[in-house]
């Protein structure tokens, strides 16, 4: 995600209220080193595709617990939260949250969380992302990993997996992680009510990233992509799977 938007000007707020969550998700699939050359209407259909689950996953979560917070239905779902002061960099990408799934676990990095409350200070960024707080968003955008952990039904990334080769009757085909990045999101935005897709997060902290550091202009921020931080860079070339008989 290659973008320079200055949210604490009027110009960068309004590039900001532009985006939707398929504008992000799509942002997002195009940064994926399997799904980047896909064909446009390809892509929009798996960006919909993540949408749709993770919209699906976010609502039955706030139905399941109504007026609970992100902390309480952690707590509800035997999901462990915890606060670390760990430094959020692993590698390129900049953490703000990860998920390990044994024992369920939800990881906040404090240095990150705290750097984007400062931006949500700003009223009109909060009223814009709908929140003053980052961590229950990130918290709730775990979630989405937790179910995708722990349900019966394969990954999103091994069910819209990409061909890459055919022998015979078996197919190759690789994952597409960012699905499962780009669901997480809309997971938020639906059990949070959000007015925005979670990714939204990702613009802010890049921004600030720019204005602050402007030399580094590559940086990926990913939204709690500590599992897409460690795989993406080798999924192209190691994650290869027969697939002929169903993904999985």
Known sequence: MRVHLSPTRPDGLASLRGETPFTLGDRMLASDPVAAGLPAEARH????????????????????????????VAAALG????????????????????YRARPPEIRLFAIALAALD???ANPD????????????????HEFYHHVEATRPE???????AVARLRIGAVRLAAPVLALSEIAAGACAQAMLGLPQHGAILD????????ERAPAVAVVRVSLASSCLAKTQATSAVSSL???????G
């Not at 993770?54 to 917070?69: C, F, H, K, M």
């Not at 394969?154 to 819209?160: F, I, N, Q, T």
């Open 45 to 72: 259909r798996l960006v919909a595709a993540a949408l749709d689950d993770g919209t699906a996953v976010g609502a039955t979560l706030s139905r399941q617990y109504p007026g609970l917070g992100p902390e309480a």
């Open 79 to 98: 999901i462990r939260i915890v606060e670390t002061h760990e430094d959020p960099f692993a590698g390129p990408f900049w953490r703000h949250a990860d």
């Open 118 to 120: 400062g931006v949500l």
């Open 125 to 140: 960024i909060a009223r814009l992302v709908g929140a003053r707080h980052s961590a229950p968003v990130f918290i709730a």
């Open 154 to 160: 394969p990954r999103l990334a091994r069910r819209h």
């Open 203 to 210: 613009l802010l902290a890049l921004s600030q990233a720019r």
């Open 241 to 247: 799977s027969p697939t002929g008989r169903g993904s």
